[in-house]
């Protein structure tokens, strides 16, 4: 699936702005913000997956991130937004490059 980056949206950026990514099951919905706000921590512990290891999109395909975007989500009408796992394989390639960043950062600083 691509989505969009919202970043390079609000930058301006148009062009080169989707990335794909190997998306897994439908974990949940948020109907609105009020529910995200009140709801995604329980609803996370209760998945018995992290938020890093989900993707969360709205309706225009645009990756909800931060607290902004789904604040702008509700200002846009793009909810509900769907929370997929991100595939195992894709996560595990994450994993690898951040273990990978550590260890370079912790042997030559």
Same mark, same amino acid.
């Given at each position: 699936?691509?989505?969009?980056?919202?970043?390079?949206?609000?930058?301006?950026?148009?062009?080169?702005?989707?990335?794909?990514?190997?998306?897994?099951?439908?974990?949940?919905?948020?109907?609105?913000?009020?529910?995200?706000?009140?709801?995604?921590?329980?609803?996370?512990?209760?998945?018995?997956?992290?938020?890093?290891?989900?993707?969360? =999109? &709205?309706?225009?395909?645009?990756?909800?991130?931060?607290?902004? *975007?789904? $604040? #702008?989500?509700?200002?846009?009408?793009? %909810?509900? =937004? &769907?929370?997929?796992?991100?595939?195992?394989?894709?996560?595990? *390639?994450? $994993? #690898?490059?951040?273990?990978?960043?550590? %260890?370079?950062?912790?042997?030559?600083?």
């Amino acid at each position: 699936m691509s989505v969009w980056d919202r970043d390079d949206e609000e930058r301006g950026v148009t062009d080169c702005i989707t990335k794909s990514v190997q998306l897994g099951e439908l974990l949940f919905s948020f109907r609105d913000e009020c529910e995200w706000v009140n709801k995604a921590k329980s609803w996370f512990n209760q998945s018995g997956y992290r938020s890093e290891d989900t993707l969360c =999109i &709205d309706q225009r395909g645009r990756a909800c991130l931060y607290g902004s *975007h789904f $604040m #702008a989500a509700e200002a846009d009408g793009a %909810y509900p =937004i &769907d929370v997929y796992v991100i595939r195992d394989d894709e996560r595990l *390639h994450n $994993m #690898a490059k951040a273990r990978s960043a550590r %260890y370079l950062q912790e042997r030559f600083g």
